[in-house]
């Protein structure tokens, strides 16, 4: 299943690109549009079919909400491959899906600290109250950890088995990824529970460090995934 999570901007949304571009490269899988409760949700009539699904959950959790949303609708899908809607394939990943790790990431950067601009201590004190309410723990060296890094965008391919765990360690109900920097801390965080279940996203990725593809991303000179960088 690929979950396309939208918050329709049509200045910014190149959501006609990522419906088309996954039924190109998986025309068999089925795709759920989550709306980020956009303001007119309109745009997803177009695309409503057998094998595209339109889903109003009101999330305000941004991608990583739309992902869990999903998750708790539809909890037997053997992966979920979560993209946003400023983003769109460029090739199959069928041969990422097939191996075993419960979360290949499209782009992951190991530089977790100096990628956030403003906001350091913020940050701190969000990944502590976020992991106060997680059946996971946060050691206090994660400041200085350089041993995990950040999922970016939340975007990957996350097997069964790992959703499964999110919720059973109190993920629905705990995260709140409800504005721009909470979403950057989001990313964050599930790379360093990446960490936890022994998933290195270094070697767990399709396109590498998004820091040393930064300026090819929106391209589309990738080989596998265009990524436009909205700034919502």
């Not at 025309?27 to 980020?36: G, L, N």
Request: charged content about 25%.
């Amino acid at each position: 299943m690929f979950v396309v999570s939208c918050y329709y901007d049509k200045q910014k949304s190149i959501i006609d690109e990522t419906i088309s571009s996954i039924r190109q490269f998986h025309p068999e899988e089925k795709i759920v549009i989550c709306d980020s409760d956009s303001i007119d949700k309109s745009y997803a009539q177009k695309y409503i079919s057998d094998y595209v699904e339109f889903f109003d959950s009101k999330n305000k959790r941004r991608p990583i909400g739309a992902l869990l949303e999903t998750y708790k609708k539809y909890p037997n899908e053997s992966y979920y491959v979560l993209m946003h809607d400023t983003s769109s394939l460029r090739s199959s990943i069928q041969e990422f899906i097939q191996r075993n790790e419960e979360l290949i990431a499209f782009f992951q950067t190991p530089r977790t600290i100096s990628t956030i601009s403003v906001g350091i201590n913020d940050y701190y004190d969000w990944m502590k109250r976020l992991f106060s309410k997680l059946n996971y723990e946060l050691n206090e060296d994660f400041r200085v950890d350089g041993s995990y890094s950040v999922c970016v965008g939340c975007m990957g391919i996350y097997k069964n088995s790992l959703l499964k765990k999110f919720f059973q360690n109190g993920m629905y109900d705990a995260m709140e990824s409800y504005s721009f920097e909470d979403f950057q801390w989001a990313e964050r965080a599930i790379g360093y529970i990446a960490k936890l279940e022994g998933i290195d996203l270094q070697t767990s990725c399709i396109e590498g460090d998004a820091i040393s593809v930064w300026y090819d991303m929106p391209t589309g000179k990738l080989p596998y995934i265009k990524k436009i960088c909205a700034g919502r």
